[in-house]
């Protein structure tokens, strides 16, 4: 009885480690493992974490590829490097453990340095980004002044929104109200509807919306800032070498003029490019 069950137990064996091997085979095929992943890394591909919903910096187009002022900034590098470019989108809050897993090699997508300067591993600040109002051309609003008693909207975890609620409340307890809104396409049909007088938001953002909308003469951008702050390319702590060579060859970008061109090509002016 023992010698059957011994061969009986080893059939069973061989049976399990076959069934293992086809179903990795059948896994590996399908993609699954780590190297069918879309993030899998190695040191000729560089991997890009990006919000995929944050025009001009980074989305979606219309044929349904990623684009972006920052994406094509580093898509640049990659081509002066001899690297594979791989944009991955990511859940934003889940940047960090992205980050820290190697899963991306940096954060590169409208990142703000200010306030998370000991969080990471920065670039130099190539990116000056105020946050300003948006209001009708024919509204009567001039200043930040005329906003006294009106409605006033800002994108959800938005800088401007930040600055609204913390250093700058002065301003905002001006307004008659100050709402959030879950992204800025809703605020701007807002604003063109009258449902709200201003909008709170990046520049950079407005100043792609407001061209893209083909509305240029319809809206317009306050001359006073609410904030500032500057946008970086962010990598792991302790990934110098990295970081060294994709600044330097940022900063030839920067010299030659590609910087400015990519700018151009998203609507976003001179005047908000960082350069040393």
């Known amino acids: 009885m023992n010698k059957k069950i011994g061969i009986i137990f080893a059939l069973v064996l061989v049976a399990f480690l076959v069934m293992g091997t086809a179903s990795a085979g059948l896994f590996d095929f399908l993609g699954g493992n780590d190297a069918g992943n879309s993030t899998a890394n190695d040191e000729s591909t560089f991997i890009v974490g990006f919000d995929a ?5 980074g989305f979606k187009d219309d044929s349904g590829n990623y684009t972006g002022f920052d994406l094509d900034l580093a898509k640049e590098v990659c081509e002066r490097n001899n690297w594979t470019f791989k944009a991955q989108p990511i859940d934003w809050d889940a940047k960090d453990a992205e980050l820290d897993s190697g899963s991306i090699d940096c954060i590169w997508n409208g990142f703000t340095i200010d306030g998370r300067e000991n969080d990471y591993l920065w670039s130099d600040p190539y990116f000056d980004n105020k946050q300003v109002f948006v209001v009708k051309s ?3 609003i001039s ?4 906003l006294s008693g009106k409605t006033v ?6 800088s401007a929104l930040a600055a609204l609620q913390g ?7 001006k307004f008659g109200t100050l709402t959030e809104v879950a992204d800025y396409n809703t605020a701007f049909m807002d604003l063109e509807s009258g449902a709200c007088d201003a909008v709170a938001m990046d520049i950079g ?24 702050e500057k946008y970086g390319v962010g990598f792991k702590k302790g990934n ?5 060579q994709v600044q330097s060859t940022l900063d030839e970008m920067f010299k030659d003029g590609t910087v400015l061109k990519i700018a151009e090509k998203y609507g976003i002016s001179e005047d908000a490019l960082i350069q040393k």
């Open 138 to 140: 024919d509204a009567g």
């Open 240 to 244: 110098t070498d990295l970081k060294d």
């Open 205 to 228: 953002v407005a100043e792609y919306d407001i061209k893209n909308k083909n509305q240029s003469d319809a809206f317009s951008i306050l001359d006073q800032d609410i904030t500032t």
């Open 153 to 158: 909207e800002t994108q959800k975890d938005s």
């Open 53 to 57: 919903e944050f025009p001009p910096y």
């Open 167 to 173: 250093d700058n409340k002065t301003i905002a307890d």
């Open 143 to 146: 200043s930040i002044d005329d």
